[in-house]
């Protein structure tokens, strides 16, 4: 069964940086692609960004490209969210997700985590 725990949220003030962790569970972490989903206090959730395996492709959504970006160390199986110029809109619980494609994950928004908290100030 996959597990993942997320970490590093937090209250920070708009313009500033912070950067998510989070580890999973599972001996096939290395072939899978891994990202973040997000949701906004009273809202659905929405794909953030995923890479794929290998690292060389990645996807994000419009509203953070250019901010946002996802990477991985598969030795520590642990894929990172680093977030520049964090706006208010960006307030969410932050989770991270995995599977066999990048378009699965944008597609089923599954995660396991109890996420993670970010609160950006105005």
């Known amino acids: 069964q996959v597990q993942a725990v997320e970490s590093g949220g937090g209250l920070v003030q708009a313009g500033e940086s912070l950067t998510l962790s989070c580890v999973i569970t599972?001996?096939?972490?290395?072939?899978?692609?891994v990202g973040w989903i997000r949701q906004p206090p009273g809202k659905s959730r929405e794909f953030v960004g995923a890479?794929?395996?290998?690292?060389?492709?990645?996807d994000y959504v419009a509203s953070v490209k250019g901010r946002f970006s996802v990477s991985r160390d598969n030795a520590k199986n642990t894929v990172y969210l680093r977030m520049n110029s964090l706006k208010p809109e960006d307030t969410a619980v932050y989770y991270c997700?995995?599977?066999?494609?990048?378009?699965?994950?944008?597609?089923?928004?599954?995660?396991w985590g109890q996420g993670t908290l970010v609160t950006v100030s105005s």
């Open positions: 997700a995995a599977d066999t494609s990048v378009n699965l994950i944008k597609r089923d928004l599954e995660t």
């Open positions: 890479i794929d395996w290998s690292g060389e492709f990645a």
């Open positions: 599972g001996n096939a972490f290395g072939s899978w692609a």
